[in-house]
């Protein structure tokens, strides 16, 4: 059995304390939301093999919830500016949604210590610049090291 199935509960714990952490939240539930907000902000920008090669870099359960609903047959939207993204991803779920202003730098991070960054860094090349910018997190490398390897 593959590592990344084994442990998929560790890696998604360990991802979300990060998020959680990242976002300044209190509970897990709270973080969820505002990752999936994220996720799904990213994913309407993307074709479908743009989907997959982006999906393929992570973890288990981020992979899953990153494709989870999704329709292939959907129309790519076009990219917006950082504010209305980040307005995006606090929109899901209105009423039950505390997610703060500017979510996707703390998930970013969250995500890059999650997944190996080289591949991360690859398929956002092949995806452009704008996914590119949106995964784009400025800290240190220490800062960034996989917390689960």
């Known amino acids: 059995m593959p590592w990344a199935y084994r442990h998929a509960s560790k890696d998604w714990q360990a991802f979300l304390a990060d998020a959680k952490d990242g976002l300044g939240l209190e509970s897990d539930n709270m973080a969820y939301t505002a990752v999936q907000g994220v996720l799904l902000a990213f994913r309407r920008r993307l074709g479908p093999r743009e989907v997959m090669a982006f999906a393929d870099v992570l973890p288990a359960v981020l992979r899953a919830l990153f494709v989870a609903g999704w329709d292939p047959e959907a129309e790519a939207e ?3 500016a950082r504010d209305a993204l980040e307005a995006e991803a606090g929109a899901l779920r209105p009423h039950h949604n505390l997610t703060p202003d500017a979510p996707i730098a703390a998930v970013a991070r969250a995500l890059r210590r999650a997944v190996r960054q080289p ?11 704008e996914a590119q910018a949106f995964w784009q997190v400025e800290a240190a490398a220490a800062d960034l090291a996989r917390r689960i390897v």
């Not at 591949?119 to 610049?129: E, H």
């Open 78 to 80: 076009p990219w917006a």
């Open 119 to 129: 591949d991360l860094d690859r398929v956002l090349a092949a995806i452009g610049p």
